[in-house]
């Protein structure tokens, strides 16, 4: 017992003074931090590359959008990551806080398009969305339904008072939480869309933009919107439990589950390669990498990860990016970014 | 109450055997009789609560266990595809090992099953149902045995996780076709395969062989075992021995004042802060202030030590506690010096206690997320760790990263990690036991 004790303490101490001499003093492998939504593909690419190239597999963490690029920003050098996943472009203030902190060349790369999809239970029948109904089925305020301009909370309890082709079917949406940016996506190119089809609402746009906002992007909280957590696999089990429950979520999602689940048609579009990639499926967004051009040539590999990246066995229509559920870009745009990652072409300050 | 009650009860029916012929005690005895059936039901009663309550939790827990396994089984095995490859010189030299097409030998093997896909379209469709991880085998294989060159032999190759998923029967036969990932063409592919003596199921050794991938068959936990390995070496190194010498000093030299006092609440207060506070302190103070690389064990199990120190010095000094204070007068009544009493006496009889408070702290840091992910531990790493210092994340976080991923091979591997982790809980469990049957005494 005394000697297990003594071999005890003489370890802590070893291993307290070994301590300092870990500091991050170089890094063989490239650091990825960012987006849950570009995850899946960045983590395939990062894994083919380590495969087959003689350079370390890459570390990825999942760390959402905005949590990604404030690491990303947080300086230049080994200790800080050298690319971040984002699924909506940089905002300006991330590109001043970058600046400051002496991030001034960044490469934006996008890699594709995700589709965010509405989709029921397949035991149920298909819906024929607009984005109007969404916005009426699921805002927290919408334009009285007697006419004039008055906003009054929302009042429909059945897709069928929404739209009277639409079943009357209790509303019941699960989606993603307010910190997702999937939820993002979905508020800006559903929502959004679907009030400005009032024109009382539109005319604030030009006026009142925050008040705009506020009206278009917020969501019922009576328990039509449920929020579902960021666990997209636990919504599409709802989905199939209770047949009478929408859900939102990722287009991957839909392209794993096609036995199980259907896909809403939104404004007459089906979500599906085609349509997402040539812009036809209204609720599309591209996916970026962020590239910090400092660490190229420094951290090993990094100008030979971003070529698997750009490679048509990749992200081509036929790659394996694509089969993981990312859409294609259409082929003169990814001509372009392919010359982008290979060029390291530096973004221009907006 | 309840307790003042039984003791009036008791007292009285003492009473009632201490004098069995008095007058009055006929009295107190018919008013026992009487209460008698209703003590005893209030008896019965509260037993079947204590019996109810513990029928519900082994329920759950059955359920619970249940459903894991039921879910999770299956993934301890793999289904395998018999390939007939030619190690074509054409293909491989000796001078091109490393960077050799492997996949063309898989996928000319492959194709040479299926004469009949001769459209590219086909070709591309049959050569999906064997697994990407085939290339690496024959790499390997060719590596460390460069005379296979030039031959021609059957080896059984990882099939493709989708094929896995049919085989297995988690994809139905039954819906229409462009609704499932495999196609009628395809399926029938699998029934010849199977047919022909050219499909099976074997032991899935890769799960406990390979670091994380974004292939479900080629997903392995052994780079996340390795990485709580690493963590909780750290983790006991570190908390162990400081929490064990806070406990012995903490009780046996500190004096009592408002100042210990003090220390004291605030240990008891820091065994109850959620973790992810202590992540938020790993963070600013080992990354931000001392500069240690993100993502390692190494800081990992820094946190973790924070969070497990309360635990062990409250168990340690619990089991301290215990140590009857007639030994610590004998040994220094016999002329040892309070150390020599600590160290010789006290210690050794109070070990059993810390070493359980230990590992129950450590069954607790083996199962920690939320600290570890401000410290960039919830990662996709592919590598297996093999120092304290290389980027790692542990077994919670492995199956929190599983659960999350789109493809449905992944639901029967997360459940499998659990059932990995649910076992070394419950031999660190066991250990704990163990050991406090081993060395405890009875006084």
Redesign the interface.
């Known amino acids: ?2 000697k297990l ?1 003594r071999t ?2 003489a ?2 101490l070893l ?2 003074s ?3 001499a ?3 003093d170089g ?1 063989d ?1 490239i ?1 990825i ?1 960012g987006s ?1 939504t570009v ?2 593909f960045t ?2 690419v ?2 083919q590359f ?2 087959t190239t ?1 350079f ?2 890459p ?5 959402g959008t905005g949590g990604g690029l404030k690491l990303f920003c947080a300086g230049v050098g080994v ?1 800080t990551p050298d690319v971040a996943n984002a699924s909506r472009p940089i905002k300006q203030s991330e590109i001043e806080t970058c600046a400051k902190n002496g991030v001034f060349q960044i490469v934006e790369i996008k890699v594709g398009y995700d589709g965010i999809v509405l989709a029921n239970s ?1 035991k149920a029948g298909q819906m024929q969305l607009s984005r109007k109904d969404l916005y009426l089925a699921l805002a927290k305020d919408v334009p009285s339904p007697e006419g004039g301009d008055r906003l009054v909370a929302n009042p429909y309890k059945t897709w069928k008072d929404v739209n009277p082709k639409l079943p009357a079917e209790k509303i019941e949406v699960l989606g993603p939480p307010p910190t997702s940016g999937t939820r993002d996506a979905f508020v800006e190119m559903v929502m959004d869309h679907g009030c400005a089809a009032f024109p009382q609402i539109k005319a604030l746009q030009a006026t009142d933009e925050k008040k705009f906002k506020a009206v278009c992007q917020t969501l019922r909280e009576d328990g039509a919107y449920i929020e579902a957590g ?4 636990l919504i599409v089990q709802k989905l199939e439990a209770n047949p009478r429950s929408v859900g939102i979520f ?1 287009f ?2 839909l ?5 199980k689940i259907q896909a809403s048609a939104i404004d007459g579009e089906l979500p599906e390669f085609k349509t997402i990639a040539d812009g036809k499926y209204p609720v599309a967004r591209p996916l970026f990498i962020y590239v910090k051009k400092d660490h190229v040539g420094k951290i090993p590999g990094m100008a030979e990860f971003l070529a698997e990246f750009a490679s048509d066995r990749a992200w081509g229509e ?1 790659g394996y990016l694509a089969e ?2 990312l859409i294609p870009m259409p082929k003169d745009e990814q001509k372009a970014m392919a010359a982008a990652a290979k060029t390291l072409s530096v973004m221009v300050n907006k | 109450m309840w307790c003042a009650n039984t003791v009036k009860n008791m007292n009285r029916h003492a009473e009632d055997n201490s004098r069995p012929t008095g007058s009055g005690g006929m009295g107190a005895r018919a008013r026992v009789q009487a209460g008698l059936a209703a003590r005893y039901r209030k008896e019965r009663r509260f037993r079947l609560f204590g019996l109810a309550a513990i029928a519900a939790s082994l329920l759950f827990l059955a359920v619970l266990l249940g459903s894991i396994v039921a879910k999770g089984y299956t993934a301890f095995w793999q289904t395998q595809i018999l390939l007939d490859i030619h190690f074509d010189p054409a293909v491989l030299d000796v001078n091109n090992l ?1 960077t050799a097409n492997y996949a063309a030998l898989v996928r000319e093997a492959t194709l040479r099953l299926f004469p009949q896909a001769a459209s590219r379209q086909d070709q ?1 469709t049959a050569a999906k149902l064997v697994s990407t991880g085939a290339a ?1 085998r024959l790499q390997e294989m060719v590596t460390s045995r460069p005379e296979l060159i030039g031959a021609t032999r059957p080896i059984w190759v990882v099939a493709d996780d989708e094929v896995d998923m049919f085989v297995k029967g988690h ?2 036969r039954d ?1 229409p076709e ?4 495999i196609s009628d063409k395809q399926a029938a592919w699998i029934d010849r395969l199977a047919a022909d003596g050219r499909l099976r199921q074997a032991f899935n050794a890769t799960f406990f062989q390979a670091g994380d ?3 479900p068959e080629l997903a392995g936990i052994r780079g996340a075992a390795m990485g709580s390995l690493f963590t909780l070496a ?1 983790t ?3 908390s ?3 929490g ?1 010498a806070a406990a012995v000093y903490l009780e046996e030299f500190a004096p009592k004042n408002r100042w210990t006092d003090l220390v004291e609440v605030n240990i008891n207060n820091l065994a109850a802060i959620p973790s992810i506070v202590f992540g938020l302190l790993g963070l600013a103070v080992f ?1 931000d202030c ?7 064990s ?1 800081v990992g199990g820094l946190v973790l030590t924070l969070m497990t120190l309360p635990t062990i010095i409250i168990a340690s000094r619990a089991s301290l506690k215990s140590v009857p204070p007639s030994i610590r007068e004998a040994a220094l009544g016999i002329g040892a010096s309070r150390v020599q009493t600590i ?1 010789h006496h006290v ?2 009889l109070a ?1 059993p206690g810390m070493m359980t408070g230990a590992i129950i702290g450590m069954a607790r840091a083996l199962g920690e997320t939320a600290p570890l992910l401000m410290i ?1 531990m ?6 297996i760790p093999h120092s ?2 290389d ?1 790692a994340t542990v077994l919670p976080v492995q199956i929190y ?1 599983w ?6 091979a992944f ?1 029967e591997r997360t459940s499998a990690a659990i059932m990995v982790l649910l076992l070394l809980l419950l031999a660190m469990n066991a250990a704990a036991v163990l050991l406090r049957n081993k ?1 405890e005494r009875r006084w």
Do not use: C, W
């Open positions: 017992m005394q004790a005890l303490a370890a802590a291993a307290g070994a301590i300092p870990l500091a991050a890094r492998y650091s931090v849950s995850y899946p983590t395939a990062a894994e380590g495969k003689k370390k597999t570390k990825i963490e999942s760390t200790d397949k960021e666990n997209d696999n990722g991957s999602f392209d794993q589950n096609a036995d036929q993981k559920g | 490393a591309r690496y994809i139905p819906v462009s609704e499932r990932r991938s974004r292939e750290v006991l190194a570190l162990f021995p400081i064990v990354l001392m500069h240690l690389p993100r993502s390692a190494l160290v210690l050794p070990m960039g919830v990662a996709f790493i592919v590598d304290f210092s980027p990263l659960a999350d991923s789109p493809e449905r639901v060395f």
